[in-house]
């Protein structure tokens, strides 16, 4: 059956797999766009007694032509992908280094050295604006203009629509970055998370009555949400808390500061816990970062959101 296991493949040269059902792309939060394309290989591989394979590259091809960008910002890291795709049930990944070199093979060259020759593809199964290949030239009416040649056949799936909008993994990162968690909770098809390490902060919360833990995410290249307070639920230690999170520069606390810092209080929590990892995943969004005017405007403002969260996540 599907999804036992995932195999994971750092290049084609030792894969293996019985009748291969393929589909390749970043898969950028693996979100629920993307899961109506796994559901149809893992589909495809039971009616055809095969194995689902998605290949996909790493580094985001984004970072590598274009590394002035910040737009590279990726909503999961390599292993926070594997990690959901694991969930999904598929069967194997393969991942593809991207370097500029790769990034001048044609569609064609791809199709003919990879797919065929190395991944022995029996059955492509693609989005509805894929494209691949230099310069993003090859697409579905390529690959079903060469099928018959190759000995595979080719299927394009509809787009997922919200609102009106096709969900895609650029349409998510806009939300994430308007603070609009809970669009971008639906269309990810679960709760937006981070990953870190908790490292020493300045102590300032404590003294505040609110202690918070300082993280450190484990990848620079992972998205952010817009700055604020957010209703989280935080992973320490193999137990869940609920926590009060915020992304910004705390400027009634730090004046001016442009430094970007993610602080979380851990409600409930009792404990030294530097140095250990943790995992937050944002439930919704409660205010804008703001400065007050001295501390005991800032102590009654978190007083009133940790009350708005609690009944937040009781929810």
Do not use: C
């Not at 296991?5 to 979100?31: C, M, Q, R, W």
């Not at 069967?91 to 199709?111: A, G, H, M, Y």
Request: proline share 3%; glycine share 6%; charged share 30%.
């Amino acid at each position: 059956m599907p999804g036992d296991k995932l195999k994971i493949y750092n290049d084609t040269e030792n894969f293996n797999a019985k009748n291969p059902v393929v589909s390749i792309g970043i898969f950028d939060g693996v979100h629920i766009g993307h899961k109506k394309i796994i559901d149809r290989l893992n589909e495809l591989a039971v009616k055809y007694k095969g194995e689902s394979v998605l290949v996909t590259l790493w580094p985001h091809p984004k970072e590598i032509l274009k590394p002035e960008n910040n737009n590279s910002l990726l909503l999961t890291t390599r292993k926070e992908k594997e990690y959901l795709l694991e969930k999904s049930g598929i069967d194997n990944l393969i991942t593809i280094t991207f370097t500029k070199e790769f990034s001048q093979i044609s569609f064609r060259d791809f199709v003919k050295d990879y797919l065929i020759a190395k991944i022995k593809a029996k059955h492509i199964v693609i989005g509805y604006n894929h494209h691949f290949g230099k310069d993003r030239k090859g697409d579905f009416q390529y690959l079903k203009s060469i099928s018959e040649e190759y000995g595979f056949s080719v299927e394009q799936l509809k787009p997922v629509i919200f609102q009106k909008s096709y969900v895609s993994s650029s349409s998510i990162r806009q939300n994430l970055e308007k603070g609009k968690i809970e669009t971008a909770n639906i269309l990810l098809g679960y709760n937006y998370f981070i990953n870190g390490n908790i490292i020493i902060g300045d102590k300032i919360g404590r003294k505040l009555g609110f202690p918070t833990a300082n993280i450190k995410l484990n990848d620079s290249h992972k998205l952010l949400p817009k700055n604020g307070v957010y209703a989280v639920k935080v992973s320490l230690d193999k137990k869940e808390y609920n926590g009060m999170l915020n992304i910004g520069t705390s400027p009634t606390l730090r004046g001016n500061s442009s430094h970007r810092t993610i602080e979380v209080h851990i409600i409930d929590f009792k404990g030294e816990i530097y140095d250990k990892e943790i995992s937050i995943n944002f439930i919704g969004r409660i205010r804008d970062e703001k400065k007050f005017r001295n501390e005991k405007e800032l102590i009654d403002q978190l007083n009133y959101d940790k009350h708005k969260i609690l009944n937040l996540l009781s929810k």
